[in-house]
């Protein structure tokens, strides 16, 4: 699909680009699709264990992906899925929590899901976003 236009940020976002093969945006006419974003450190792909650290870091690369882009972040965001190794109480309270921080003036739709395993051995959430950007279309 040579026509949509594909994003990957400096750090891990060109790595995995070059390692994996994949994105971590497109844009597709009004909508930036964002693939799962991990609590990775954006620079260097290390991840803190403390699963809030991990929601809080995942939270802020999906808004660098975002922008990186050409759109406005989480303000912008209606779809969220997330992915959870283990989907428990505490995963579920520092994501409400995040969404309450990054989107004090809306709510999306939202998916969560638990599973066995991500992308990589230290990853415990994975988070994807659909946004709408009609102005940068």
Not at 61 to 78: C, E, I, R, T
Request: net charge negative; charged share 20%.
């Amino acid at each position: 699909m040579s026509h949509l236009q594909y994003y990957a940020y400096d750090g891990v976002g060109v790595r995995n680009r070059g390692l994996y093969g994949y994105n971590q945006a497109v844009r597709v006419g009004d909508r930036i699709e964002c693939s799962g974003q991990g609590g990775w450190d954006p620079s260097t792909g290390a991840y803190n264990t403390e699963i809030n650290a991990q929601i809080d870091q995942a939270f802020a690369n999906v808004d660098l992906a975002l922008k990186n882009a050409g759109g406005k972040g989480w303000s912008q965001v209606f779809r969220v899925n997330s992915y959870h190794v283990p989907l428990n109480n505490e995963a579920l309270a520092a994501m409400a929590r995040n969404f309450k921080k990054w989107m004090p003036d809306h709510q999306p739709i939202w998916t969560a899901i638990g599973a066995a395993r991500l992308g990589e051995d230290d990853m415990r959430v994975e988070i994807e976003v659909s946004a709408h950007d009609p102005e940068s279309a």
